[in-house]
């Protein structure tokens, strides 16, 4: 079992719709949590970072983290079509040098 | 540009052979990581420099897998008598050092092994 779980869908909405994407983890460990977007043949970007439990919100994303439940959450609101790509969680454990453990990725299309 | 260039985009190997893969981080980043994707995956950690320091290599998935930064500056990810489960796309990313600073990352280099 990996580490890190992400459902890598496709998942396909029409625009304006809001969109839930989510990863679970099995490392009580993970202190950092991130999301970043991948277009197609490029790196990944950071869209968001949260620390630890709580809600972070930016414009119209909202990230989530569920430390009890070992669950994180993305939200897009008003999803556009620029807005598709494929998102991936990634963790990093307290003292580990910053090394990322990634989720699969899960691939999201707008449709106008 | 400002960011993490990688070199070169695409590369085709013969099984067997040997590649060099080229990474240029973000002037003044001291750390320098380098990933392994497959097709289909989210990346893999391989290794991690601070400056000329190779800190973590715990991800190397063997010693045909070698890196080097030299001068804390440009690094090279080297891969020895190439395999096709090399087949992959291999990012690196830079960040200034200390807490928890982004990782930039550059556009990968794939890399097909026939």
């Known amino acids: 079992q990996k580490e890190v779980e992400q459902d890598p869908g496709p998942l396909s909405v029409p625009e304006g719709a809001i969109v839930s994407l989510n990863c679970t983890y099995s490392n009580s460990a993970f202190q950092y949590f991130m999301w970043y977007r991948q277009y197609s043949r490029k790196g990944p970007e950071l869209l968001m970072y949260t620390y630890s439990s709580g809600n972070k919100e930016d414009g119209r994303f909202t990230a989530q983290v569920d430390k009890s439940s070992k669950y994180i959450s993305l939200f897009i609101r008003d999803s556009q079509p620029s807005d598709s790509a494929t998102y991936l969680c990634a963790m990093i454990r307290a003292g580990n040098n910053r090394k990322l453990i990634w989720g699969l990725g899960t691939s999201l299309a707008v449709n106008p | 540009g400002a960011g993490v260039s990688q070199s070169p985009r695409y590369k085709v190997a013969k099984r067997g052979q040997d590649v060099a893969l080229r990474c240029d981080p973000i002037s003044g980043h001291v750390s320098l990581f380098w990933y392994q994707q497959a097709l289909g995956q989210g990346p893999e950690f391989l290794t991690y420099?601070?400056?000329?320091?190779?800190?973590?290599k715990s991800g190397l998935p063997s010693d045909r897998f070698f890196a080097e930064r030299p001068e804390g500056s440009v690094s090279t990810l080297k891969i020895q008598r190439t395999q096709q489960e090399d087949s992959a796309v291999y990012l690196c990313a830079s960040s200034l050092p200390g807490g928890l600073n982004e990782q930039f990352f550059g556009p990968g280099t794939r890399l097909t092994v026939l």
């Open positions: 420099f601070q400056n000329e320091a190779q800190l973590d």
